[in-house]
T-cell receptor, first 112, second 112 residues
């Protein structure tokens, strides 16, 4: 059973640029959630995808967007990057209706 | 007031000590309570999951939930240096597809 895989592991971008982060779900999981974890903070919910549709969204602006593909993999896109977007971005997959989110190791994004 | 409050620590203990980690919360809709362990540069790993009030034990770990006080605890017996990590409490109102609300995390350091 494979876990959740995220790429890239680290990324440095310039303010105003756009970034795409990728996530491969754990085998058998059909729901993907994205979380932002700033340094010294707990993860904050960005949004969740189920059956390729957004299924819930946290308090993040529209420049944060995502996709889920038929194989349940997912992308997080962030436009017009700001310095405060620097954080660890975590992808978590789960099976709808059950607990037990499996998190990836995250993508460390630095905006300069 | 944040929905979930957790002392960030660090909490330093000698090997073999009993560790107590705690969170308080304000949202009475929370029914599912989790503890995650996060090592440096890694994603959170689910340690314990509890539904509603009560205790749950798994090896050296015991999770307690007191919904009347809106207070949850994680106890670690016979702590080991390998337990050194950040411990995050997380909660949700609905199982499975609901979002998780995390505390800030408590950094635990177990010295040999």
């Amino acid at each position: 059973e494979t876990g959740v895989t995220q790429s890239p592991t680290h990324l440095i971008k310039t303010r105003g640029q756009q970034v795409t982060l990728r996530c491969s779900s754990q085998s058998g999981h059909n729901t993907v959630s994205w979380y932002q974890q700033a340094l010294g903070q707990g993860p904050q919910f960005i949004f969740q995808y189920y059956r390729e549709e957004e299924n819930g969204r946290g308090n993040f602006p529209p420049r944060f967007s995502g996709l889920q593909f038929p194989n349940y993999s997912s992308e997080l896109n962030v436009n017009a990057l700001e310095l405060d977007d620097s954080a660890l971005y975590l992808c978590a997959s789960s099976l709808k209706g059950y607990y037990g989110y499996t998190f990836g190791s995250g993508t460390r994004l630095t905006v300069v | 007031q944040k929905e979930v409050e957790q002392d960030p620590g660090p909490l330093s203990v000698p090997e073999g000590a009993i560790v107590s980690l705690n969170c308080t919360y304000s949202n009475s809709a929370f029914q599912y309570f989790m503890w995650y362990r996060q090592y440096s540069r890694k994603g959170p790993e689910l340690l314990m999951y509890t539904y509603s009030s009560g205790n749950k034990e798994d090896g050296r770990f015991t999770a307690q939930v007191d919904k009347s006080s809106k207070y949850i605890s994680l106890f670690i017996r016979d702590s080991q240096p390998s337990d050194s990590a950040t411990y995050l409490c997380a909660m949700s109102a609905v199982s499975g597809y609901s979002t998780l609300t995390f505390g800030k995390g408590t950094m635990l350091l177990v010295s040999p």
